[in-house]
């Protein structure tokens, strides 16, 4: 009998554009490792974490990957969210800073650009700073937009400092910025990116997701082990012109401070810590169990196959 063809089985994941970390982030899709497990994976954009949050609950998406602050609040009021994996734990963030700014001190009394109260960037800047002495009331803090917005109103005297995505330092010079606070360093705990879905989603769709985790687990070590191909596909993906040199500094980021988790280890005392720190800084009314936000069964699983 002639042998039948099956049409894969699609899997729509929400991610927070498409920059120099699509090398990473698109490598599953792009790769073959969904294909080999007969699954596509539709990969959906996003201008920013909690649009992808509001996705996933009206069912539009079957996971998404996205700074676990944005949904925190939701899973304080226990909406139907779980934290399957985190791809990206490590906090590569920067805060940068006007040329004239030599140390955190200088910072005092001057304006602080980060996003909406409780974002990550908001909590990150704050964070950051107050690890290294800074408090709250040193500084004054400004929505100064999305990241690019943000590090422009450094270049413009808006702000002296901003919390950003590290790659702009890439484009340091040109914007009249510098590095000041390297995340990975001065807020090691804070987890930066995890994969979430719902509950009812791992009941209908529990092997289609053994399957997607598996195969971010399978695409993530080869872009880590193979940086050209990382970098080819972030190009692609994100129509990067060879001259943007954005895709091989994450690379080396992510790689120089383990940023990245192949296995997707969700580390859970750093997901409290976090937790807890924005209950502290008023972002959260009340503390919790993050444990109640997580379902590990389904990585356990995926790992389980990948090691076969």
Known sequence: MAGTAYAADVWKHGIVEAKGD????FQAAEGG????????????EFTGGPTALKALIAGELDSF???PV???AAMHQHADIK?????????????FAAKNIATPADLKGKAVGVSAPGSLPALFG????EAVGISGSDVRYANAGGSADRVRAISSGVVSAAASSSEFAVSADTLNIKPLLAGAEVTPKFVKVCIMTTGAKIKQRRQDMVNFLASEMEGLTYAVNNKDAMIALARKVAHLPDSDKTAEFIYDEAIKYNAIATDLAIPLDNLQWTDDQMVRLGALRQKADVHNFVDDSVR????ATVKK
């Open 33 to 44: 490792f969904a294909a080999k497990r007969n699954l596509d994976i539709n990969m959906v």
């Open 70 to 72: 944005v949904a925190f």
């Open 300 to 303: 356990m699983e995926a790992l």
């Open 22 to 25: 699509s090398g990473f982030l």
């Open 126 to 129: 704050q964070l950051a700073l």
């Open 83 to 95: 934290i399957i994996g985190c791809n990206w734990p490590g906090m590569t963030y920067t805060i």
């Open 65 to 67: 990957e996205a700074s």
